[in-house]
């Protein structure tokens, strides 16, 4: 009896190891497609004809099979329609083994209602192997009850029931099992294969991407260095992709960019990606501008990660944004700048004075405001020409100018018409006279003619003084006023002279 059951079992698992090679393509569910259930329900219903076959001799006068098991694997893995396909083929099977008499007719109606059971059970919604010993038991006795009908002797009932219950309980197990097993060897087959089939794609798409891309594909290992360039390396910085394999990234980048693009490196390394914008030296030896986004990519079966990196050339562009920056920076210097003299207007020296003005309150130092103008200017412009007057302007504008270029921090404006102003932040009331003294002897120098003046025969200047250290309630336009009555004071005392606020 052992050797009869270790042979069903022998056959049961080489049967459903064959047919897992077989239908490896068409696993066995209850999601598949209808033509597939039919298919494994045909050949469960072999199994439990070859199963009938093959049975255990119980006694001398009993024997038992596995035929059910078919039917059960079947319902348990596919459902109704295969457990039902397999319980007619073996019920079918029976009548044409041994004949139409009512010694096969009731095998046959049992293994009938075997299939209804256990595609009955097969739709409750629980565990897969409890379902299936549920299936197992509720075969044997349907079976059992077959047995009780045909034999009469109730210890040879007993003994029969008892191997029974035995061999298909501990048969189910096994061939539940190995079928799991098969089953699962077929999804991870299944799995493996459209992984590969996504691979390929993947690589495929990859490569045409690579291949006819304009920008530069490049990956890298974790020291920078190139593992794979695109075609498109020789359109961008001319290399050929041997010159560059193997070689680290930086030893092509500026001098000046290296660090910067280094961080960007760690960055993609640890953070997954990054953008950076640097200039790197082409086979020509010249540096072109590229811009690069960085992508890390983690590779497990090599425990190590590489970095993918997109470039373009933006050499153009960059070339064109550094003219549009240049052109904003002389928009915004002639926007501060007076047209005729060349140095800050009045627009300038606002917003200077109250910059300086909110530096001098949290230092709590003073401001020192210098304002002057031409003496009897509208008289010059009378006798000379007003060309002659703008000229006028220019050369004291620019002689001034170089008086205070060394002077950290001092601001020049003209202020408006003939009248200039200067503006010493931290600086106090001497500094100031120090400074007024020392403009006052730079124009007398320029030796400009005047002779409509009334003091002297050449251009002189009135100059007022005003200082301050700001408090919460002043203002920058008191320093103005001081400075302006200053000025005034000058030219009342009879101009080219210096007056201080007080």
């Known amino acids: 009896m052992v050797k009869d059951f270790v042979s069903n079992a022998t056959l049961l698992i080489a049967s459903f190891s064959m047919l897992g090679l077989i ?13 597939t259930r039919i298919y494994w329900g045909l050949c469960f219903g072999i199994l439990g004809n070859i199963l009938m076959s093959f049975s255990i001799q119980v006694d001398s006068r009993s024997i038992a099979d596995l035929r059910h098991l078919a039917i059960v694997i079947a319902a348990a ?30 095998p046959s109606l049992g293994s009938l209602l075997i299939g209804i059971t256990c595609g009955g059970i097969s739709l409750l919604h629980f565990n897969r192997a409890l379902k299936t010993f549920l299936m197992n038991l509720c075969g044997l006795f349907i079976i059992s009850i077959m047995f009780i009908m045909i034999i009469d002797d109730k210890e040879i009932l007993k003994h029969i029931l008892t191997i029974h219950y035995l061999i298909s309980l501990i048969g189910g197990f096994i061939a539940y099992h190995f079928f799991v097993f098969v089953v699962d060897s077929n999804d991870a087959h ?20 690579a291949e006819y891309s304009s920008d530069m594909i490049t990956m890298h290992n974790e020291r920078t260095e190139y593992i794979y360039i695109s075609p498109a390396v020789k359109e961008i910085i001319h290399f050929e992709y041997p010159e560059l394999l193997g070689k680290k990234m930086e030893y092509f980048i500026h001098p000046d960019d290296i660090e910067r693009t280094n961080e960007m490196f760690e960055r993609a390394l640890h953070k997954g990606v990054a953008e950076s914008t640097y200039r790197y030296r082409s086979k020509l030896g010249d540096y072109v501008w590229i811009e690069s986004t960085l992508k890390s990519v983690h590779f497990q079966e090599y425990g190590s990660k590489k970095v993918i990196i997109v470039s373009r050339n933006i050499t153009d562009r960059k070339l064109t944004e550094q003219k549009l920056q240049e052109a904003n920076e002389l928009l915004n210097r002639l926007s501060y700048m007076d047209g005729l003299t060349g140095i800050a207007n009045r627009r300038y020296f606002d ?3 109250a910059k ?20 009897y200017f509208k008289k010059f412009n009378d006798t000379y020409g007003h060309l002659t007057g703008d000229f006028c302007l220019q050369s004291i504008a620019q002689a001034i ?10 601001t020049l404006c003209r202020y408006g018409g003939e009248e200039f102003a200067i503006i010493l932040p ?24 005047h002779s409509s003046s009334e003091i002297a025969d050449f251009v002189t200047l009135s100059i007022g003084l005003a200082s301050l250290i700001p408090t919460p309630s002043s203002k920058s336009q008191e320093l103005i006023k001081m400075a302006d009555s200053a000025l005034y004071l000058s030219k009342t005392k009879g101009r080219n002279s210096i007056s201080i606020s007080q």
Not at 401 to 410: R, S
Not at 428 to 449: D, F, V, W
């Open 23 to 35: 239908f490896k393509d068409k696993p066995l569910q209850f999601s598949s497609p209808l033509a």
């Open 190 to 209: 299944n799995q493996l294969k459209h992984s590969v089939i996504k691979l390929k794609e993947t690589e495929e798409r990859f490569r045409l991407i």
């Open 426 to 449: 931290a600086s106090n009331i001497e500094e100031g006279i120090k400074l007024a003294h020392q403009i006052q002897e730079t124009i007398r120098s320029l030796k400009i003619p």
């Open 356 to 375: 300086e003005w909110l530096n001098s309150f949290s230092a709590k130092s003073p401001i020192t405001l210098l304002m002057f103008d031409i003496d």
């Open 401 to 410: 100018k170089k008086i205070i270029t060394e002077a950290l921090g001092y």
């Open 77 to 106: 893995f596919g459902g109704y329609v295969p457990a039902m396909i397999s319980a007619v083929l073996i019920a079918i099977g029976r009548i044409v083994l041994s004949g139409f008499s009512e010694t096969s007719l009731l």
């Open 351 to 353: 917003e200077t004075l």
